[in-house]
């Protein structure tokens, strides 16, 4: 009985080149995916924020029609946000160009700064901090800085 013999040759540069450009188009392609899902949630938030806008003003103007001036109490404890706010996304685990075209698409900019991590969980180029908190409320056209993995070799 012949023994098969297994080609044990390594790959060749080629052929790993070939490999990586295509998990590049896979994870271009999950990113692509990622940002239809940033598109459609932003559009649905400012929807919902335009909807209850609406509903606001029309209570406002029935409030003050009905009673005179009621308005004090609902503007204190109004969850709305004003045309120039944006609440902070959360950035971390993204890399330096989704982070700044996230921002940017956001009307914010991006104040990357690396810093030096000896951490096998995250990547180099990863952010791993941002400035301000996800959920927090900030105004149109500032700055957002972020810290992104400098891998120590």
Not at 86 to 105: A, D
Not at 114 to 141: C, H, L, R, T
């Amino acid at each position: 009985m012949a023994k098969e013999k297994f080609d044990r040759t390594p790959i060749s540069e080629r052929e790993q080149l070939e490999q990586i450009v295509a998990q590049i188009a896979d994870k271009n392609i999950q990113l692509k995916d990622i940002e239809r899902q940033i598109n459609t949630n932003r559009s649905k938030l400012q929807q919902i924020i335009k909807e209850l806008r609406e509903r606001e003003q029309e209570q406002a103007q029935s409030g003050s029609n009905a009673t005179g001036n009621n308005s004090t109490t609902n503007q204190n404890s109004n969850p709305m946000l004003n045309p120039n706010e944006i609440i902070m996304p959360n950035l971390t685990g993204l890399t330096e160009t989704f982070c700044n075209q996230l921002l940017l698409s956001l009307g914010l900019k991006l104040d990357a700064i690396y810093q030096n991590v000896n951490n096998a969980k995250v990547a180099n180029g990863q952010s791993i901090k941002q400035s301000v908190p996800e959920g927090d409320i900030v105004n149109s056209g500032e700055t957002i800085a972020v810290i992104f993995a400098k891998k120590i070799v």
